[in-house]
T-cell receptor, first 114, second 114 residues
Framework: ETGVTQTPRHLVMGMTNKKSLKCEQH?????MYWYKQSAKKPLELMFV???????ENNSVPSRFSPECPNSSHLFLHLHTLQPEDSALYLC?????????????FGPGTRLLVL | GESVGLHLPTLSVQEGDNSIINCAYS??????FIWYKQESGKGPQFIID?????DKRQGQRVTVLLNKTVKHLSLQIAATQPGDSAVYFC?????????????FGSGTRLQVQP
């Protein structure tokens, strides 16, 4: 295992639901990331947090709301999602968010929006 | 625009043969390159990385080659085993890109035939 855990592993939600994805890293890292992985598309960066501060928001719709209460935990709050938001959501962490920092990924949350 | 892409979506090899997975990138300012392996139902797993001041780096059964002149990266896997079957992603970043998170290619699926 990589030291990055994600819960839940699978999630089915309706378009009017509100749910949250959780990520926890046990590596002592200071940077955490959310990625979206859709079928046949490259991994898409969503958000970057460095020392609990958001440093990148890759033009993500406001129906995705990240939260980073500390360097070990990262949440992605979901509300009024669309079916096209169905994807694998991956969390990653690295020592810092600079160039050359190896990112370690969790197993992902498979999300299905009905 | 800046992009990281893969030449072949699927590569099929015989067990015991060597595999070569290729990746082209367009950002001449890229400083850091990394290969990930993603097995079904799992998040991407770090394989090997290389910095722009090197042209070759070896790991256990894997070698990464970097040709900055033609902006080409390759991953060589020696004596390919069934457990190597997965999707392989290359990724890069660099200080001049204006973003420090990794940019990923679309992936190559490696199928190892027994």
């Amino acid at each position: 295992e990589t030291g990055v855990t994600q819960t839940p592993r699978h999630l089915v939600m309706g378009m009017t639901n509100k749910k949250s994805l959780k990520c926890e890293q046990h590596l002592g890292h200071n940077a955490m990331y959310w990625y979206k992985q859709s079928a046949k598309k490259p991994l898409e960066l969503m958000f970057v947090y460095n020392f609990k501060e958001q440093t990148e928001n890759n033009s993500v719709p406001s129906r995705f709301s990240p939260e980073c209460p500390n360097s070990s935990h990262l949440f992605l709050h979901l509300h009024t999602l669309q079916p096209e938001d169905s994807a694998l959501y991956l969390c990653a962490s690295s020592q810092a968010s600079g160039v050359g920092e190896t990112q370690y990924f969790g197993p992902g949350t498979r999300l299905l929006v009905l | 625009g800046e992009s990281v892409g893969l030449h072949l979506p699927t590569l099929s090899v015989q067990e015991g043969d060597n595999s070569i997975i290729n990746c082209a990138y367009s950002n001449s300012a890229s400083d850091y390159f990394i290969w990930y392996k993603q097995e079904s139902g799992k998040g991407p797993q770090f394989i090997i990385d290389i910095r722009s001041n090197m042209d070759k780096r070896q790991g256990q059964r894997v070698t990464v080659l970097l040709n900055k002149t033609v902006k080409h990266l390759s991953l060589q896997i020696a004596a390919t085993q069934p457990g190597d079957s997965a999707v392989y992603f290359c990724a890069e970043n660099g200080e001049d890109t204006g973003r420090r998170a990794l940019t990923f290619g679309s992936g190559t699926r490696l199928q190892v035939q027994p």
